[in-house]
């Protein structure tokens, strides 16, 4: 396989307080959940790295790509997002991608901190038998969707209720409608709530992901004594 003409596109926002993780940042404070979020993204670049595939960061406001830059470095490939929703910006990110001459392309979002680099490998070798692959999330999304340049189906991006917990319903069905196959990895659960977050600390706890920025900074966040792993005031 030529890693060369596959590429990850990484949808990521700036952790500007207030404007990420709204629904931890309700339990946290704004300050705490925009530090939560900076580290979910720093853990999975470097897992995206890990993988060794080219990468490009999505960011979005699109304004921001100094700030991005600084925040992230400048070692990867920055794309705006554009679109006036999700669909549409995904939508893009895939067009954008095939343009420049990749071959496949998956795309990920930034709120799976401890997902393996495997799935990764996974993802893109099954896109050499399929002509899509999607990775369900746990609350009824998706964190992860594939395509090969040939196969790439835009209309799976059309009209969805973003945010629901449908949306991975809506896009197998429309797979489906079209009588295209779709390889579909192992579920993974997100960050978006203080429930997920204690998920995601209890199961990290022993494993490699212990020595994340993640960990370390959700120990710093939290009375790791306390059992209900209360947010500290």
Known sequence: MDKSKRIILFFVKFPDPGRVKTRLSHVLGNERGAAVYSAFVLDMLDTLVLSGYPLAVCFAPPARMEAFKSWLGHGWLYLPQQGDDLGKRMKNGFQDAFRMGYHKAILIGSDFPDLPAEIIGE??????????????????????????????????????????????????????????????????????????????????????FARSRTMTCLASLWDVDDPGGRALD
């Open 123 to 208: 993802a893109f070798s099954s896109l050499e038998r399929h002509p899509a692959v999607i990775g369900p999330a746990l609350d009824g999304g998706y964190y992860l969707i594939g395509f090969g340049r040939e196969t790439f189906a835009p209309s799976v991006f059309d009209r969805v209720a973003w945010g629901g917990d449908t949306v991975l319903h809506q896009a197998l069905s429309r797979f489906k409608e079209m009588r295209q196959p779709v390889h579909i990895l192992p579920a993974w659960n997100d960050v978006d709530t203080h429930g997920d977050l204690l998920d995601l600390y209890r199961r990290g706890k022993g494993t490699h």
